[in-house]
């Protein structure tokens, strides 16, 4: 048993969620329900009116928060403390984002200046591919921009860039292979000309299989196309903590743009793991959204627990998992640049909280991070949105809307929103066995009938989500909602006093995946392991030898 599950305040809120109206009744018996229940941050508007909750359901869960130290633990995530206690580093993905000047030390070193250092180098290396400066090696300046990572150093630069597509350079088109599938990299290189194309290798251990296999093949396919070795310096740039291995790779040191171990993967697109993101919508730009994570960090770091939009939304997704069995988060984007952004949510959050220990090796008995998942409004309203609707899981949505689009098409826009507002409202109220009936009344099937078909109509409601609205998606704007669900994601982590900065589970399958490897290129069959893994190795070897 941990303490939290014996703790006096988890224990109310196992009684009092059991005894909580729906929530239309919580809405019909106060008015001023949506008033009380939204708040601002950063530029960012967030409704939490539709969750299942009272004012005491708050004051429980805040308490819970104090009783688990989450401001102190906050604190030290900013100090940094080496919060991150299996890998012995601290985490500092914040002070990517300091503004100049700042002082954070560690070590006695002050890595802001680091930070800033770096970004100047990023800065020059921009205006050096914009201006065209920087030339490839038949003097045409760079055109397309191949970015190669996986993980962290993959869905941050992409969705990113993806999302601010309304900032891109016009003279630069971006592309990012992750996979080690060959098809991914074959089919990214097939349209591009080497002479005007630049590989950005991001790897922060610069030790990651996938991402040195396909820089090997996109340094082939230059060769095959026409360029020298000698002109792989020109076309290749590498963003890394681990220099001494990219020099030896063959990378010009030059070319090598830094990382540090106190930034995990998938909190690094702050860092140069953000240089496609920076290239695509210039430096200025890129500041722009550092600058929006930085206003989201104040928010977090200095504001008190009830007003701590973070804090808000991190005790919600734990209220849902932890009292009322709710499996699994789902992240709707009504933004078509924001499709991206339930995948990023999805590493970000099930990455830091998929785990079963707390920091002291104590098994776990609550369920940590749910399943995170989603997509993009209002295509999964007629697909998946059912089961939000009718089915028998509990599944607590976000839901994402900028008030103005990019691309305002006639009604586009006001239709759109009158679905984000619609779903969120259906999830809410639901639809009663009379109400049903009612709506069928003018029918003419017969009275059996009505009263059948009405139970298949019936919607529970009560189905809990938050709508997050900004002005317009800029990058400011997504910084700061990216940094937000950062920290949503911390503060569960800390109340369930877990490690969310390592990753163990992703490390066994890499190294089992490498001993699969070896056996796959050996001279005689697999018999050492289990009957189905040495089955599985056997058919692929007779399919290749
Ligand atoms: O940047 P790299 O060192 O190549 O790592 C890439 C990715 O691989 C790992 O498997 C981790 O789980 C990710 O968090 C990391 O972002």
Redesign the pocket.
């Known amino acids: 048993m941990t303490e939290l599950t014996q703790s006096q305040t988890w224990n109310e809120l196992v009684a009092h969620t059991e005894a909580l109206p729906h929530m239309r009744a919580l809405f019909e018996s106060d008015p001023q329900r949506f008033d009380k229940m939204s708040t601002t941050a950063c530029d960012l508007f967030l409704d939490y009116s539709k969750n299942r909750a009272s004012e005491e359901t708050l004051s429980l869960l805040f308490k819970l928060a104090e009783e688990c130290k989450l401001e102190s633990k906050i604190k030290a995530m900013f100090d940094g403390d080496v919060i991150n206690t299996t890998e012995k580093r601290a985490v500092l993905h914040t002070a990517l984002r300091a503004t100049p000047g700042q002082k954070i030390l560690l070590d006695g070193v002050d890595i802001v200046q680091e930070v800033q250092q770096a970004q100047a180098q990023m800065a020059s290396f921009v205006s050096s591919i914009t201006s065209g400066d920087w030339k490839g090696y038949t003097g045409k300046p760079i055109t397309d921009i191949v970015s190669i990572?996986?993980?962290?150093?993959f869905l941050g630069p992409k969705i990113v860039s993806q999302a601010l597509r309304p900032y891109w350079n016009k003279a630069l088109n971006c592309h990012f292979v992750g996979n080690v599938d060959g098809t991914s990299i074959t089919e990214k290189l097939k349209p591009l000309d080497a002479e005007t194309t630049l590989f950005i290798m991001?790897?922060?251990?610069?030790?990651?299989q996938e991402?040195l296999t396909n820089t090997l093949s996109a340094k082939d396919w230059f060769i095959q196309q026409g360029g020298t070795q000698s002109d792989i310096a020109q076309h290749f740039v590498a963003v890394t903590s681990n220099v001494a291995k990219a020099t030896e790779f063959g990378i010009d040191a030059n070319n090598i743009f830094p990382m540090w171990d106190w930034v995990?993967?998938?909190y690094s697109l702050w860092s140069a793991i953000g240089l496609p993101i920076a290239l695509m919508i210039g430096m200025d730009n890129f500041r722009e959204l550092l600058n929006g994570a930085h206003q989201m960090d104040q928010h977090f770091a200095n504001t008190p627990l009830s007003e701590n939009m973070p804090v808000i939304m991190g005790l919600f997704s734990l209220l849902y998992g932890n009292f009322h069995n709710a499996q699994s988060h789902v992240v709707l984007t009504y933004d078509h640049y924001l499709r991206g952004l339930p995948a990023y949510f999805q590493q970000l959050d099930m990455?830091s909280n998929g785990k079963s220990v707390t920091l002291d090796g104590t098994q776990v008995d609550f369920s940590t991070g749910p399943v995170i998942w989603g997509g993009e409004g209002t295509n999964g309203q007629h697909a998946y949105h059912q089961l939000l609707h009718q089915g028998t899981a509990l599944i607590p949505a976000d839901f994402i809307m900028p008030l103005k689009s990019h691309n305002p098409l006639g009604e586009h826009h006001k239709q759109l929103a009158s679905n984000c507002f619609g779903q969120t409202q259906a999830l809410m109220q639901g639809r009663s066995y009379e109400e049903s009936l009612t709506e069928l009344a003018g029918s003419t099937l017969s009275e059996n009938d009505k009263r059948t078909i009405a139970k298949h109509k019936v919607m529970q409601g009560n189905k809990p989500s938050n709508t997050i609205l900004m002005d317009k998606l800029t990058p400011a704007t997504l910084g700061s909602l990216i940094a937000l669900y950062e920290h949503r994601t911390f503060v569960q982590g800390a109340i369930w006093d877990i490690n969310s900065f390592d990753?163990w589970g992703?490390e066994l399958g890499?190294n089992l995946g490498n001993d699969v490897l070896e056996r796959l290129s050996a001279t005689a069959d697999a018999t050492e392991l289990d009957s189905s893994s040495n089955g599985l190795i056997n058919m692929f070897r007779q399919q290749t030898i």
């Open positions: 990572g996986i993980g962290g150093s991001s790897s922060k251990s610069f030790g990651t991402t995990g993967g998938r990455e990753q992703v890499k």
